[in-house]
């Protein structure tokens, strides 16, 4: 551990942890730095120094996390402490002092930046990411990849991570890619340490080895019972557990893997609890005023029940809310005015909004997929909530057991050191490969396709598989050299045996059938024997041949297991397979001639997400030929995914050109690819439509079955791709004006962004 001077004692009045300073002194260092610690220890204020330090010494900074949420809130912070003028944000859709020398972005805004505008960071001094451990998130994870492989050689990094068990490789691999040393920095305790229990009814708090007894017991006696005659236990509820805890442990954040559940949740227990004085609802009712004055008139249905919930010290937030809504919420959970919030994973990502307790009401979650148990980071990076740093002396993380439904493999063990380790989840976009082809040789895209995350991790577990081959081979050497040979006398011996049971069996026969078949295997088994020529074994020999058969066909299956498992580990050579698969597709649309860039590809290179689905209409003219409404409610269609329970909204839109345009897409990837990636779904297309005419928003919710949160995303999505089309148009400035229209038409009201 790097010795540290006075200089890093402490921090914006702050006193530093060993860790922090640490940090502080690498970076003084121009190192970048890997910090991993666990949530709610102090690893912003790392990344605030950073910020300061840079700034101070007339230099630029980025700061990029993985949601827009989080960048608003450090763009409102950062501003507060190094001045307004001083700090730009970036996130697609909202672009405020883009050439300020800090800038708070996305981390796909950074990666954009790097490979169609590197002039833009190539002053930068220092990136952070945030939060870097998304990169295995299935979806974005590529992202944090290419902005690693990409960062020029002058910049430098700050990582910021939950606690990882291979921070080690993650390092190493960038370390390699980079071509410079990268420090870790690593700290294991919490400041306040985590209690873990586990609530039902009949037992009371208890912990996850003695529910697990209990239940095994029940199990047993009812063993001999009837299915079908067994009584139904009495659910416990979160209302059995908030009755529990209610008078030692609250503020409690109730995570609950359901928006409807969770609002349901809320509902029913501001039926029975009311947690403020009547000085707390006072001011409580202060802050809703104050928070509501930055937004335009709220109009949500859930306006006025939630405010009934907030003054009796009660809420719920997840992402169908409105942003608004949710600003009231964090503020007053911020001002420690809300005692039971009842949220949605959403809540633990990245917002810095910690409390005494942190209640689970289920051990799965639905992923988009199906149903399937927390891994223990996901559980972590909740339960990490837990614990109030000078407030806490410990925090506490409850989960709720049904045992009519209780399945002890479904639980996450509890345990950080259980944490999974990160997987790469490396992916090539269309636009990667433009960008690949626009700015580099094969050669060089062959070497660039190597350096992902994934390619380290195979290649690094091709050496651990090499090596363990290795040790088997010569495991398998001790053994007899005649072990498993047709020359061994205890298979030739066995041979013998079955060869007499044949006969034996042939003798009893009386089927011409299976005489047939009998005489042919006692034919081909008397020729086997006839050539072969037993090894002269001692009796003693055989006899141990006999005893170490088992053990030795274990190794050699593990041993063949292994071998089929290093031919594998090549993900190098399937990155640049499905490289050409896509280029050639990419050829074939006429993106490409030779290995240069059309005007299509060109345009394609600067869109990111359902790129050739929004290269053809372009080209195709529809950008042009639609109107403002229209082309409003064909970008908000384009790469939507409804959820579940979302019902279509109808519309009369000339949307046909747009289908076929999407069939003829997925039937060439089919055939390039064998599968397909192109989105189009026009359930909300007709309310973007609608708003665009002026509408106002409570009108649209008449007519969804659509989570007003939701709405919003949308049409801030389909903001966002309106600005990639209008930055990636060349020579057309009526269309740039029209698209600067069709984003004014959308980016109003309850759908703007108030930072």
């Known amino acids: 551990m790097l010795t540290t001077t006075s200089t890093y004692r402490e921090y914006r009045g702050l006193i530093l942890d060993p860790f922090q300073r640490e940090a502080l002194a690498y970076i003084d260092q121009n190192y970048s730095v ?16 950073v910020i300061e ?22 763009f409102k912070e950062f501003k507060a402490h ?33 490979q ?55 390092a190493q691999w960038i370390s390699g890619i980079q071509k410079k040393e990268v420090k870790i920095v690593t700290h294991f305790e919490r400041v306040v340490p985590l209690e873990h229990y586990v609530y039902e009814k009949s037992i009371g708090i208890t912990t996850m080895k003695r529910i697990k007894k209990h239940y095994r017991k ?17 659910s416990t509820t979160h209302l059995d557990l908030i009755e529990e805890i209610k008078d030692d442990y609250l503020p409690c954040l109730f995570f609950t893997f359901s928006r409807r559940k969770a609002e349901a949740n809320a509902m029913e227990l501001g039926e029975h609890y009311d947690f403020l004085s009547s000085e707390e609802r006072q001011k409580a ?17 859930r306006w006025n029940s939630l405010i009934y919930l907030l003054s009796r010290g009660i809420g719920y937030h997840h992402a169908g809310m409105l942003p608004a809504l949710k600003d009231v919420v964090e503020e007053l959970f911020t001002h420690r005015l809300i005692y039971v919030l009842y949220c949605t994973e959403t809540f633990a990502v990245g917002l810095n909004f ?93 070497r660039i396709l190597g350096q992902n995350f994934a390619t380290y991790q195979a290649l690094d577990e091709r050496k651990r598989v090499q090596q363990q081959i290795t040790n088997l081979k010569a495991e398998l050497g001790s053994y007899c050299p005649h072990m498993d040979l047709e020359s061994c006398p205890v298979i030739y011996n066995r041979k013998k045996l079955q060869l007499r049971q044949l006969e034996k069996q042939l003798g009893r026969e009386r089927s011409r059938r299976n005489i ?11 020729k086997s024997l006839v050539n072969i020529k037993p090894y002269p074994c001692s009796r003693q020999d055989q006899k141990q041949c006999r005893m170490d058969s088992k053990s030795y066909r274990r190794l050699v299956n593990r041993y063949q297991r292994l071998v089929k498992r290093e031919k594998q580990l090549d993900p190098q050579e399937k990155y640049y397979e499905e490289f050409q698969d896509k280029k050639a597709l990419l050829i074939s649309l006429g993106y490409m001639e030779g290995d240069h860039l059309t005007a299509a590809g060109e345009f394609a290179s600067k869109i990111h997400g359902q790129e050739l689905l929004v290269t053809e209409l372009f080209m195709d003219g529809w950008f042009h030929e639609y109107s403002i409404p229209e082309l409003n409610a064909l970008a908000v269609a384009i790469g939507y995914e409804p959820r579940k329970s979302e019902t279509k909204v109808k519309h009369k839109l000339n949307f046909s050109p747009i289908y076929k345009t999407v069939f003829k897409l997925s039937k060439m990837e089919e055939r390039f690819l064998g599968y397909s990636t192109v989105e189009f779904n026009d359930h909300i297309a007709q309310l973007a439509y609608r708003w665009s005419h002026g509408e106002p928003f409570e009108n649209l919710m008449e007519a969804a079955s659509i989570d007003e949160g939701d709405i919003v995303f949308a049409f801030r999505r389909g903001i966002d791709l309106l600005r990639q089309v209008r930055n990636a148009i060349v020579d057309d400035d009526f269309l740039r004006g029209k698209l600067v229209e069709c984003i004014n038409k959308m980016d109003r009201d309850q759908v703007s962004i108030w930072l």
């Not at 003028?85 to 972005?105: E, R």
Request: aromatic share 10%.
């Open 53 to 74: 330090k840079v700034y101070k010494e007339g230099g630029r900074a980025i700061y990029t996390a993985p949601i827009k949420a989080l960048s608003n809130q450090k």
């Open 285 to 301: 009712q202060q802050i809703i005023e104050q928070v509501a004055q930055r937004y335009p008139q709220i109009t949500s249905e």
């Open 354 to 446: 910690p409390c005494k307790t942190v209640c689970f009401d289920s051990s799965t979650k639905w992923d988009g997929v199906s149903f399937r148990p927390l891994t223990n980071r996901e559980y972590f990076q909740m339960a990490g909530r837990a614990g109030r740093r000078g407030i806490d002396t410990e925090g506490f993380v409850f989960s709720l057991i049904d045992l009519n439904y209780f399945n002890p493999q479904e639980f996450p063990s509890m345990k950080e050191a259980d944490l999974e380790p990160l997987q790469s989840q490396f992916a090539l976009t269309y636009n990667s490969i433009l960008n690949l082809i626009k700015n580099y040789d094969d050669q060089q895209i062959y």
């Open 516 to 526: 047939r078949r009998l005489k042919q295997q006692i034919a081909s088994l008397r």
């Open 34 to 49: 890997l910090v991993a610690a666990p949530t709610g220890v102090g690893k912003t204020l790392v990344a605030d120094y």
């Open 82 to 114: 190094i001045g307004e003028s001083a700090v730009g944000i970036l996130t697609g859709d909202v672009v405020i002092n883009p050439d300020a020398p800090v800038l708070i972005m996305t981390t796909e805004i950074f990666r954009n930046l790097l």
């Open 116 to 170: 169609q505008s590197p002039e833009r960071v190539a002053d930068v001094r220092y990136v952070i990411f945030d939060e870097i451990h998304y990169i295995d998130d299935p979806q974005r994870g590529s992202v944090w990849e290419e902005s690693l492989i990409f960062m020029p050689d002058q910049m430098r990094f700050l990582g910021l991570s939950a606690t990882i068990p291979n921070v080690e490789q993650l």
């Open 218 to 234: 029940m199990a047993s006696r009812l063993r001999d019972v009837d299915y079908k005659e067994l009584p139904k236990l009495e």
